[in-house]
């Protein structure tokens, strides 16, 4: 359990823009992910966080460092993740069984055959009842159900969700916050869950990954010594009060302004 399941060694990404700039997204990155560990990764907006998810999911090459995930030097686009956005992306002209087999159906799989999957995934999802529906019927929170369902239907190692529930209410992110965590301990994969939300991150990680701004760099790793199972009653807990403030402490430097957007929910 202890050993490195994802090894991200060094790794930065410059990019070169269209006006000719150079924009250094991410600098010097370096962190491992043990297998079936919930890592939280928390910074502003625009600190390079979907980048370097990009780049451990192989869609986008570094332009310095090295990403191995099960020993394998990450080249290419790898197999065996799962993708949740925060837009959930559906297609539109699917109902909810057939997006969930979607993977499957672009992948040239049978799709008959990860129907009994999708069925377990939509009760795993609490949407039961809603197979026959299309997207636009759906709630915002119902159809982030759906994403995540999807995401799991090809049984990937590793879940990466970016901003996910950034774009729900705070009553229907709680909500699926706590099912995320249900789904994790029965599912046990490896999840990178990138948030701006300090209690979102602390409720769900193991440990908490602080992006500093951009160029974004590691600022800390705060391991989330909150016992698990976890419920919404872990949030009375006085240690995850201080783990909050240390966070927006580590995120804001000495800079109000950020404390304040951080603090507001539902950001996009
Ligand atoms: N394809 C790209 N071309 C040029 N700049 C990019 C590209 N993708 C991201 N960036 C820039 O890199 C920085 C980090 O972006 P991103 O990883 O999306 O941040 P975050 O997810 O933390 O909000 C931003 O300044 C963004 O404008
Ligand atoms: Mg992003």
Redesign the pocket.
């Known amino acids: 359990m202890d050993q490195a399941y994802v090894k991200v060694d060094s790794v930065s990404k410059v ?1 070169d ?1 269209f006006s000719g700039d150079r ?1 250094v ?1 991410i600098e010097d990155i370096s962190f491992n992910i043990r297998s079936g560990e919930f890592i939280s990764i928390l ?1 502003p ?8 998810l990009r780049i451990i999911a192989g869609l986008l090459k570094p332009s310095g460092g090295i990403v191995s995930v099960g020993g394998n030097q990450v080249q290419g686009p790898i197999k065996g993740i799962g993708f949740v956005f925060q837009k959930p992306v559906l297609f539109d002209w699917y109902k909810v069984l057939s997006n969930i087999l979607a993977p499957a159906e672009l992948a040239g799989l049978r799709k008959r055959d990860y129907v009994d999957k999708a069925y377990e995934l939509i009760r795993l999802v609490k949407l039961e009842g809603f197979e026959d529906k299309y997207p636009k019927e759906l709630s915002g929170g119902m159809q982030q159900r759906v994403s995540i369902a999807r995401a799991l239907i090809l049984d990937p190692e590793i879940l990466i969700m ?1 901003e996910p529930f950034g774009a729900l209410d705070a009553l229907t992110r709680d909500q699926l916050n706590l099912e995320l965590l249900k789904i994790w301990s029965e599912k046990r994969k490896t999840i990178l869950f ?1 948030t701006h939300n300090i209690p979102e991150a602390v409720l769900l990680g193991d440990r908490v990954v602080v ?1 500093s701004e ?1 160029p ?1 760099r590691i600022k800390a790793i705060i391991p989330i010594e909150l016992p698990r199972p976890r419920n919404i009653e872990v949030k009375k807990d006085k240690k995850f009060g201080e783990l909050e403030v240390e966070l927006y402490k580590l995120i804001a430097g000495s800079d109000d302004s950020e404390i304040k957007g951080l603090a507001n929910e539902g950001e996009g």
């Open positions: 990019f823009t924009i997204a910074g907006s625009g600190c390079g966080k979907s980048t370097l970016d990138v992006f951009r974004g």
